[in-house]
Structure formats: structure tokens, C-alpha cells
């Protein structure tokens, strides 16, 4: 048990469950109360708890006191004091009273007084003050202020009969790639459960290939490891750049480019384009002869003006 187990929100109230002689101590006292542990979240299963009765608020022995297995629920309890060891019949004789409990090995402090005998409060509901509150998490505590997850709030009720539902809180969630800790757990890395983590992906570079694979980056979110350069569409038959609507070979370097045909001159008179995985060129003119004009009229700087002159 923790050394800062508290109890918080506590009510005392006689009940008398047999109708004893006028002035008698009842049989039987209701005692209603909350605890919960260091971090303020409510306790929640069975816990071992020392009541005892004292007529000082501090030190001396007990004039009554039982030890009771209390089962708590989301921080709250109700005991019938007396159950198991019977009060002394003049024990709500004296005029000052304090009740002290002990969790498991720690005493709690300080004593409780009890303002009037248990008996004369009766006819007061047991419950708690409108708008006093405890924590409450639905999730693993140890995982409460640790990175998303924070405890809720159970609010009392306007009439004071006891605390409403849970509201606030935050629960882990899947560790996805977003710097924050999800699932609040230190352990896990950040973005495991991200659904895309280690799928193919395309870099930055110009094409559409899937060259890399999705990873987490650490304070940068969902990075792809894919750092090769562009793939061009060059003219050869296969969707180089992986991009359907670009055409086969439209990026190839000689796509475009001025080219010479079949014929037997040099010249330049048409351009090249990607027919069916292979560059073509669209010079479909005649042969042009180098005659004598002064000109290189077949575009070939080695042949001699008019070396092709018919004449």
C-alpha cells in the first residue's frame, strides 16, 4: 500500500438496524467513504482496513476497534461498523470521539472526529458534498499521466447521494506515427500500430515508383525511405517512371531531337519520336545531292560542292 493511500469524500451515519432502548448505542453504524492511492486514482478491489475508536485525536489506545476486508469499487465503500466486533454500550457516552483507520500497514491521518454521537445522525443521508469529486480511470493506473492518458472525474450528484459516472478521461489509443505516446506506454516505440508502417512507398523524386518502404521518423512523422533518383520514361517498350499516363519514351533525351533518315544525305529533316518500344525518326524526304551552288547542300562537310552535280 502507498505511503499517500488517502480517503477522501467520507460520511458517518448511524443506522440503527435493531431498534434499541431509548438513548442506546445503535447496533450497527453505517460508514461510507472513498480512497484512493498516491496519484489520487480511486482504489478499486478488496482492502484490508482497521477501524478504531479513540477519545484523543491522537496516540492512546483504542476503546473499540474491528479489522474489515473492504470491497471497494472505483474508489468507493460502505461498512457496517461494529459488525464484527460489538461497540461497548457506553461508548457514544463520551463527548468527543475519533475514528481512525488504518489501509493494510498505514495509519491514516489525521483522526476523524466524530462532531455527534453516530446514533443521532440518523436521519442525515449518507453520501457526499455537491461538488466534491474523485478521479477515476477506467484503463491500467500505471499508464495515468503518461503520455495522452489522464484520469477522469466522478462528480458527487446535486442530491448528495453519491458520486455520477466518469467523465474525461483519456484511454491509450493506438501508437501511431504523430511524436505523442498513444498508448501510453514507454516502451513501445512511436507509430507501431500505424497501419501503413513498412509499406511500399515513392520518394520525392519525379517518378512513381514504389522504391521505398514507410517508416517512422523520429519528430517528423511518417517518412519514406526511398532517396533514388528520378527513373526516366525512356523509349523501350516498359513504363519506366511507373506513371500510366505518361507515354513510352516521352522522356527519353532523344525524344524530340532533329534526326536524319534513310536517305543518303546528312541533313536533319525530321525528329525523332517512340514507336513501339523503339525510336523512330520522321525524315521521310528524298536524298538531297551536293551540287556545284556553293552550298553543302547534302549537309556533309566531307563531300566536295557539286561532287553529286548531275552536270
Given at each position: 500500500?502507498?505511503?499517500l493511500?488517502?480517503?477522501i469524500c467520507?460520511?458517518f451515519c448511524?443506522?440503527?438496524?435493531?431498534?434499541?432502548?431509548a438513548?442506546?448505542?445503535?447496533a450497527?453504524?453505517?460508514?461510507?467513504?472513498?480512497?484512493?492511492?498516491?496519484?489520487?486514482?480511486?482504489?478499486?478491489?478488496?482492502?484490508?482496513?482497521?477501524?478504531?475508536?479513540?477519545?484523543?485525536?491522537v496516540?492512546?489506545?483504542?476503546?473499540?476497534?474491528?479489522?474489515q476486508?473492504?470491497?471497494?469499487?472505483?474508489?468507493?465503500?460502505?461498512?457496517?461498523?461494529?459488525s464484527?466486533?460489538?461497540?461497548p454500550?457506553?461508548?457514544?457516552?463520551?463527548?468527543?470521539?475519533?475514528?481512525?483507520?488504518v489501509?493494510g500497514s498505514?495509519?491514516?491521518?489525521?483522526?476523524q472526529?466524530?462532531a455527534?454521537?453516530?446514533?443521532?445522525l440518523?436521519?442525515?443521508?449518507?453520501?457526499?458534498?455537491?461538488g466534491?469529486?474523485?478521479?477515476?480511470?477506467?484503463?491500467?493506473?500505471?499508464?495515468?499521466?503518461?503520455?495522452?492518458?489522464?484520469?477522469?472525474?466522478?462528480?458527487?450528484?446535486?442530491?448528495?447521494s453519491?458520486?455520477g459516472?466518469?467523465?474525461?478521461?483519456?484511454?491509450?489509443?493506438?501508437?501511431?506515427?504523430?511524436?505523442?505516446?498513444?498508448d501510453?506506454?514507454?516502451?513501445?516505440?512511436?507509430?507501431v500500430?500505424?497501419?501503413?508502417?513498412?509499406?511500399?512507398?515513392d520518394?520525392?523524386?519525379?517518378?512513381?515508383c514504389?522504391?521505398?518502404?514507410?517508416?517512422c521518423v523520429?519528430?517528423?512523422?511518417?517518412?519514406?525511405?526511398?532517396?533514388?533518383?528520378?527513373?526516366?520514361?525512356?523509349?523501350?517498350g516498359?513504363?519506366?517512371?511507373?506513371?500510366?499516363?505518361?507515354?513510352?519514351?516521352?522522356?527519353?533525351?532523344?525524344?524530340?531531337?532533329?534526326c536524319?533518315?534513310?536517305d543518303?544525305?546528312?541533313?536533319l529533316?525530321g525528329?525523332r519520336?517512340?514507336?513501339?518500344?523503339?525510336?523512330?525518326?520522321?525524315?521521310?524526304?528524298?536524298?538531297v545531292?551536293?551540287?556545284?551552288?556553293?552550298?553543302?547542300?547534302?549537309?556533309?562537310?566531307?563531300?566536295?560542292?557539286?561532287?553529286?552535280?548531275?552536270?
Open positions: 500500500m502507498s505511503s493511500v488517502r480517503i467520507l460520511t448511524g443506522v440503527l438496524c435493531l431498534l434499541p432502548p438513548h442506546a448505542a445503535p450497527l453504524v453505517n460508514y461510507q467513504g472513498a480512497l484512493a492511492g498516491a496519484n489520487g486514482v480511486p482504489l478499486d478491489g478488496p482492502v484490508t482496513v482497521t477501524f478504531a475508536i479513540h477519545e484523543a485525536p496516540a492512546g489506545v483504542p476503546l473499540w476497534q474491528e479489522v476486508v473492504v470491497q471497494v469499487q472505483q474508489g468507493a465503500f460502505a461498512v457496517l461498523l461494529g464484527e466486533t460489538p461497540f454500550e457506553d461508548l457514544f457516552a463520551a463527548d468527543a470521539l475519533w475514528l481512525e483507520l489501509v498505514e495509519t491514516l491521518a489525521p483522526r472526529r466524530l455527534s454521537v453516530p446514533y443521532a440518523n436521519a442525515r443521508r449518507a453520501g457526499c458534498n455537491p466534491d469529486f474523485i478521479l477515476c480511470y477506467s484503463g491500467d493506473s500505471s499508464g495515468i499521466d503518461v503520455g495522452i492518458c489522464r484520469a477522469g472525474k466522478r462528480f458527487c450528484l446535486p442530491d448528495g453519491g458520486f459516472d466518469c467523465s474525461g478521461e483519456i484511454l491509450p489509443s493506438p501508437e501511431i506515427c504523430d511524436g505523442v505516446d498513444n501510453c506506454d514507454l516502451a513501445t516505440a512511436d507509430g500500430n500505424e497501419p501503413t508502417l513498412g509499406n511500399l512507398c520518394g520525392t523524386d519525379a517518378d512513381l514504389m522504391e521505398g518502404t514507410v517508416s523520429v519528430g517528423k512523422g511518417l517518412g519514406c525511405s526511398d532517396v533514388t533518383g528520378n527513373t526516366l520514361d525512356i523509349c523501350n516498359s513504363d519506366d517512371d511507373c506513371d500510366a499516363a505518361s507515354a513510352d519514351g516521352s522522356e527519353d533525351p532523344q525524344f524530340g531531337q532533329a536524319d533518315g534513310t543518303s544525305d546528312l541533313c529533316e525528329t519520336s517512340c514507336s513501339a518500344g523503339t525510336l523512330i525518326c520522321s525524315d521521310s524526304t528524298g536524298s545531292v551536293d551540287v556545284c551552288n556553293g552550298s553543302d547542300d547534302d549537309c556533309d562537310a566531307a563531300s566536295a560542292d557539286g561532287s553529286e552535280d548531275p552536270l
